[in-house]
């Protein structure tokens, strides 16, 4: 269906920056919001997630059946994701204003994230495939983030443990991730 819409996958990429920004909004907000409201933020929140997700799936789809690629495809490939990483990875830490210490670990985790993002990229550019070793790319990140969410939509009064571990989660394996890529790029150097 996209692909006959004449949407551009530039477009549906920068999509999922909107879809990122709305669940980022959600989740700043909802300290500030009573029991119901709060649970729906965080619903609302991983619907968010989820959307940005599927953004970044159909860009790709849409530009390989439609055979619409473009020149700058690789921006708006790379640079929706970073902004839409940190956007949600920020807004967990200021989902948790009752511990001092998450909008700092929130930070933290979304330069993390960049990095993996970084280090693949940089393996790239120095000749090698493109490597998307875990356990902590997008899609798991994501993944971890959605789940608590939803979690903490259930299970109210754990919602503070839910998030700040999904975020502790999340910075941790992030930088795993780096430090397992980078280990890889570096051997496929040596060897080369």
Request: glycine share 10%; aromatic share 8%; proline share 3%.
């Amino acid at each position: 269906i996209l692909t006959h819409s004449g949407i551009a996958p530039n477009t549906i990429s920068l999509m999922s920056m909107v879809f990122a920004a709305l669940g980022a909004l959600l989740l700043c907000f909802s300290p500030d919001m009573g029991y119901s409201a709060r649970v729906m933020a965080y619903v609302g929140a991983a619907l968010m997630i989820q959307l940005r997700l599927l953004c970044n799936l159909f860009d790709g789809m849409v530009a390989v059946e439609g055979q619409r690629f473009t020149k700058s495809g690789e921006l708006f490939n790379e640079v929706p994701d970073r902004v839409s990483d940190t956007l949600l990875i920020v807004a967990l830490g200021y989902a948790l204003p009752s511990l001092e210490w998450a909008i700092g670990v929130s930070w933290l985790a979304a330069l993390l994230a960049m990095m993996t993002a970084y280090v693949r990229l940089l393996g790239a550019s120095c000749g090698l495939k493109a490597e998307f070793l875990g356990p902590m790319a997008k899609q798991q990140r994501m993944a971890v983030m959605t789940g608590a969410l939803l979690l903490s939509a259930v299970w109210h009064n754990g919602a503070v443990w839910l998030l700040s571990g999904a975020l502790l989660v999340i910075a941790l394996g992030s930088a795993w991730t780096v430090g397992r890529r980078l280990h890889k790029i570096y051997g496929l150097l040596e060897r080369s």
